[in-house]
Protein backbone atom coordinates (compact mmCIF):
# COMPACT_ATOMS: atom_id res chain seq x y z
CA UNK A 1 0.00 0.00 0.00
CA UNK A 2 3.26 2.60 0.15
CA UNK A 3 3.44 1.95 -3.26
CA UNK A 4 -0.47 3.30 -3.87
CA UNK A 5 0.35 6.40 -1.67
CA UNK A 6 3.46 7.34 -3.04
CA UNK A 7 1.78 6.98 -6.40
CA UNK A 8 -1.07 9.10 -5.60
CA UNK A 9 0.77 11.90 -4.27
CA UNK A 10 3.22 11.48 -7.56
CA UNK A 11 0.18 12.31 -9.76
CA UNK A 12 -0.88 15.09 -7.23
CA UNK A 13 2.58 16.84 -7.53
CA UNK A 14 3.14 16.12 -11.27
CA UNK A 15 0.02 17.84 -11.87
CA UNK A 16 0.44 21.12 -9.44
CA UNK A 17 3.47 21.76 -11.92
CA UNK A 18 1.95 21.23 -14.88
CA UNK A 19 -1.04 23.54 -14.09
CA UNK A 20 1.61 26.64 -12.59
CA UNK A 21 3.63 25.98 -15.44
CA UNK A 22 0.44 26.44 -17.31
CA UNK A 23 -0.97 29.42 -15.32
CA UNK A 24 2.61 31.19 -16.12
CA UNK A 25 2.70 30.16 -19.62
CA UNK A 26 -0.93 32.06 -19.82
CA UNK A 27 0.36 35.09 -17.57
CA UNK A 28 3.24 35.56 -20.53
CA UNK A 29 1.17 35.12 -23.51
CA UNK A 30 -1.53 37.52 -22.18
CA UNK A 31 1.43 40.04 -21.26
CA UNK A 32 2.72 39.75 -25.06
CA UNK A 33 6.09 37.99 -23.24
CA UNK A 34 5.38 34.92 -25.38
CA UNK A 35 3.96 34.36 -28.79
CA UNK A 36 1.87 31.80 -29.68
CA UNK A 37 2.61 32.20 -33.10
CA UNK A 38 6.21 30.58 -32.59
CA UNK A 39 5.71 26.96 -33.40
CA UNK A 40 7.23 25.92 -29.85
CA UNK A 41 5.17 28.04 -28.07
CA UNK A 42 2.18 26.99 -29.50
CA UNK A 43 2.96 23.63 -29.20
CA UNK A 44 3.59 23.65 -25.20
CA UNK A 45 0.41 25.97 -24.87
CA UNK A 46 -1.63 23.50 -27.03
CA UNK A 47 -0.35 20.30 -25.05
CA UNK A 48 -0.70 21.54 -21.39
CA UNK A 49 -4.24 23.00 -22.02
CA UNK A 50 -5.22 19.68 -23.95
CA UNK A 51 -3.82 18.19 -20.58
CA UNK A 52 -5.61 20.29 -18.22
CA UNK A 53 -8.82 20.94 -20.06
CA UNK A 54 -10.43 17.71 -18.92
CA UNK A 55 -9.87 18.74 -15.33
CA UNK A 56 -11.17 22.32 -15.53
CA UNK A 57 -14.18 21.95 -18.10
CA UNK A 58 -16.54 19.75 -15.85
CA UNK A 59 -15.48 22.87 -12.93
CA UNK A 60 -16.71 25.15 -14.89
CA UNK A 61 -19.70 24.25 -15.79
CA UNK A 62 -20.37 24.38 -12.20
CA UNK A 63 -19.13 27.68 -11.52
CA UNK A 64 -20.72 30.66 -12.28
CA UNK A 65 -19.66 32.84 -15.15
CA UNK A 66 -17.70 35.14 -13.82
CA UNK A 67 -16.48 37.25 -17.59
CA UNK A 68 -12.65 37.10 -18.17
CA UNK A 69 -11.84 35.71 -14.57
CA UNK A 70 -11.47 32.05 -14.35
CA UNK A 71 -11.50 30.43 -11.25
CA UNK A 72 -11.57 26.89 -12.20
CA UNK A 73 -7.48 26.76 -11.91
CA UNK A 74 -7.88 28.05 -8.22
CA UNK A 75 -10.92 25.17 -7.24
CA UNK A 76 -8.01 22.64 -8.78
CA UNK A 77 -5.37 23.80 -7.06
CA UNK A 78 -7.65 23.81 -3.53
CA UNK A 79 -9.06 20.06 -4.66
CA UNK A 80 -4.96 18.99 -5.14
CA UNK A 81 -4.65 20.39 -1.77
CA UNK A 82 -7.31 18.98 0.07
CA UNK A 83 -6.21 15.56 -1.51
CA UNK A 84 -2.64 15.84 -0.73
CA UNK A 85 -3.89 16.78 2.92
CA UNK A 86 -6.88 14.14 3.16
CA UNK A 87 -3.50 11.48 2.05
CA UNK A 88 -1.17 12.67 4.41
CA UNK A 89 -3.14 12.44 7.52
CA UNK A 90 -4.40 8.56 6.24
CA UNK A 91 -1.00 7.90 5.76
CA UNK A 92 -1.47 5.15 8.43
CA UNK A 93 -4.23 3.17 6.35
CA UNK A 94 -1.48 3.20 4.07
CA UNK A 95 1.27 2.44 5.72
CA UNK A 96 0.06 -0.39 8.24
CA UNK A 97 0.07 1.17 11.23
Known sequence: ???LYQALM???NVVWWIMIAHIIMSWLINFQVLNLRQPLVAQVW??????L???YQPIRNILP???GLDLAPLV???GIII???A???NAGFFFGY
Open 65 to 67: NTG
Open 1 to 3: MTT
Open 10 to 12: LIL
Open 83 to 85: LQQ
Open 76 to 78: VFI
Open 46 to 51: DGLSRL
Open 87 to 89: LAN
Open 53 to 55: EPI
